[in-house]
Nanobody
Framework: QVQLVESGGGSVQAVGSLTLSCAAS????????MGWFRQAPGTEGEGVAG???????KYADSVKGRFTISQDNAKNTLYLQMNSLKPEDTGMYYC??????????????????????WGQGTQVTVSS
């Protein structure tokens, strides 16, 4: 079955950086919209970044200018480069794939609605 496996999480001090990876199997990232969702304890969570099949990208306002989503089609892997991390970035980060959509806007909408295939998540903890 489809597998999305996240890695790269960890503990980092504020203003530090992390890069998350999401390796896909039995699913081709270039044929799907892809994205990242994060959830902190006690919150509903938010769609952080999405990348459409058309190459478009979209970010939540909270991470715009600090996070960059990208994918390596040859490695069938999705990435999230996170710079200038803040304590409020702490949470479990999930990779998701949505087959039906085309644009990053649609990707973030779908991921926020918990649609598509999801990985198990990787924890990011940012200390002040």
């Amino acid at each position: 079955q489809v597998q999305l496996v996240e890695s790269g999480g960890g503990s980092v001090q504020a203003v530090g950086s992390l890069t998350l990876s999401c390796a896909a199997s039995r699913l081709t990232v270039s044929n799907n919209c892809m994205g990242w969702f994060r959830q902190a304890p006690g919150t509903e969570g938010e769609g952080v970044a999405g990348i459409g099949r058309d190459g478009s990208t979209k970010y939540a306002d909270s991470v715009k200018g600090r996070f960059t989503i990208s994918q390596d089609n040859a490695k069938n892997t999705l990435y999230l480069q996170m710079n200038s991390l803040k304590p409020e970035d702490t949470g479990m980060y999930y990779c998701a794939a949505v087959r039906w959509c085309m644009t990053a806007f649609q990707a973030l909408d779908a991921i926020t609605a918990r649609q598509g295939y999801w990985g198990q998540g990787t924890q990011v903890t940012v200390s002040s």
